[in-house]
């Protein structure tokens, strides 16, 4: 079974500081994806990527940037962590799309 | 835009009941049609992938079916228990070249009372 690791179930960051949020797959995908997820509004994509170095935006990356140096690994980046970037944060990885996507267990990420 | 709606929000049944969850989407282009589950503060465990050829998948007590061209999937859970509380969230694939971004429904939240 693939695997995705999400590095932190839990993180507590305060306002400003720059924060990293990693991601490593282990079955040689492609396609990597960062969502968050917040009561009401559900899962809503932020980034991701279709190879190495390759980035492209989803529905809501102002504040975001993303970083893939290597296949296997996509770290979500938080320049400036704010309160309203505290959320469930998930990721996914999927080798084509007829396969399915595949999920992390999720980051619990605060910022007081 | 492609739209995913998951009716009821929450449901509540009995031990031992059959239930079947709901999940519409407004545009049939669709590449395929994932179910999940979701725990209490955890990730998405995917349950079942169906193809936009198929008309259905079985996974020991869960059947998910799917009509294209009505826009409808349902999943069937039977014989619930205690253990099937979660919230189940539906997500399709669109079928245009290039694009893997999944569309999710808001979920539908299940407790099974013993």
């Known amino acids: 079974d693939v695997k995705v690791t999400q590095s932190s179930r839990y993180l507590v960051k305060r306002t400003g500081e720059k924060v990293f949020l990693e991601c490593v797959q282990d079955m040689d995908h492609e396609n990597m994806f960062w969502y968050r997820q917040d009561p009401g509004l559900g899962l809503r994509l932020i980034y991701f990527?279709?190879?190495?170095?390759?980035?492209e935006k989803g529905d809501i990356p102002e504040g975001y940037s993303v970083s893939r140096e290597k296949k296997e690994r996509f770290s979500l980046i938080l320049e400036s962590a704010s309160t309203n970037q505290t959320s469930m944060y998930l990721c996914a990885s999927s080798i084509n799309r007829g396969r399915g996507y595949t999920f992390g267990s999720g980051t619990r990420l605060t910022v007081v | 835009k492609q739209e995913v709606t998951q009716i009821p929000a929450a449901l509540s049944v009995p031990e031992g009941e059959n239930l079947v969850l709901n999940c519409s989407f407004t545009?049939?282009?669709?590449?395929?049609l994932q179910w999940f589950r979701q725990d209490p503060g955890k990730g998405l465990t995917s349950l079942l992938l169906i193809q936009s050829s198929q008309r259905e998948q079985t996974s020991g007590r869960l059947n998910a079916s799917l009509d294209k061209s009505s826009g409808r999937s349902t999943l069937y859970i039977a014989a619930s228990q205690p253990g099937d509380s979660a919230t189940y969230l539906c997500a399709v694939a669109p079928a245009g070249a290039g694009s893997y971004q999944l569309t999710f429904g808001k979920g539908t939240k299940l407790s099974v009372i013993p």
């Open positions: 545009d049939s282009a669709i590449y395929n």
């Open positions: 990527s279709y190879d190495v170095k390759m980035k």
